[in-house]
């Protein structure tokens, strides 16, 4: 069932989207060659419980970290732990906050000093088919028209989408319906209302869509190897237009 929100719940939900946009903006500065992602989970938690908020994935079906962070082929869903950043990595942080009972869900993916120009390509095609999609996040649209707008932006750069994991409802619950598939058709699925309130996430890489899990049952990796990005607002479904609950992350966009 689609939970929509009403203006007083979609701001609950933006004051959590701050706080989480926030944690990815201040853990990105501690993002260098050496540091440990478990280091790095350390900064996030404890820049989270400084602003009054709950890391929403730890605890979260058994995941055992604050947030996930996941380098190079894994698309997502990594545990932080002991592995050390290396010069040249792409490095996603995928951020979920709890604050006073309702959750926001961002994501982001860092280039680690010099990166290739391939990686650096996939960023900025990732970035713009979550722009993309966000632009469809219209009244009376359906969610084919965001799926199919990320589809299109990814698969003219050459690149493919991740068709095994989607984006999804949130606010209420860290994982809400709708989910939102990032490839589709134009006109097909649940049609858009003001007051739902979607984490939209173009995951790609620059190889195939095939997917492996790793037997820790959480990080989940390119079957091929290649590099993948990962990019993730929380958005709201407004008369206006498309809200972003994230704000500070979309400032990194820039």
């Known amino acids: 069932m689609i939970v929509r929100k009403s203006e007083r719940e979609i701001d609950m939900i933006a004051a959590a ?6 944690t ?5 500065c501690y993002i260098e060659p050496g540091v440990t992602t478990d280091e790095l989970d350390r900064i996030a938690e404890e820049f989270i419980r400084s602003q ?16 996930c962070i996941s380098p190079n ?3 997502v869903h990594g545990i932080p732990g002991d592995y050390r950043v290396q010069d040249g990595d792409l490095l996603t942080l995928d951020v979920g906050v709890t604050l006073d009972g309702y959750v926001a869900d961002t994501a982001y993916t860092f280039a680690v000093g010099e990166v290739s120009a391939e990686a650096e390509r996939l960023l900025e ?11 469809q996040a219209q009244v009376e649209n359906r969610i084919g028209d965001v799926s199919a707008a990320i589809q299109r932006v990814v698969e003219e750069a050459g690149f493919a989408v991740v068709r095994a994991l989607v984006g999804h409802g ?16 134009p006109g097909r699925g649940a049609r858009l209302s003001s007051g739902m309130t979607l984490a939209i996430e173009p995951m790609i890489t620059a190889g195939g869509v095939d997917i492996l899990v790793d037997d820790d049952q959480w990080s989940v990796y390119t079957a091929d190897g290649s590099l993948s990005s990962h990019f993730e607002h929380t958005v709201a479904v407004t008369e ?3 809200r972003i609950l994230t704000p500070a992350g979309a400032a990194l966009l820039q």
């Open 17 to 22: 989207g701050r706080v989480a946009a926030d």
């Open 170 to 185: 949130v606010g209420r619950a860290y994982h809400e319906d709708p989910q939102i598939p990032n490839y589709g058709t």
């Open 73 to 75: 082929d894994m698309i």
């Open 24 to 28: 990815i903006a201040h853990v990105g």
């Open 240 to 242: 206006a237009g498309p």
């Open 125 to 135: 095609v990732g970035q713009a088919a979550l722009a993309a999609g966000i632009e």
């Open 52 to 67: 009054g908020g709950i890391p929403t994935s730890k605890g979260y079906r058994g995941f055992p970290k604050a947030i």
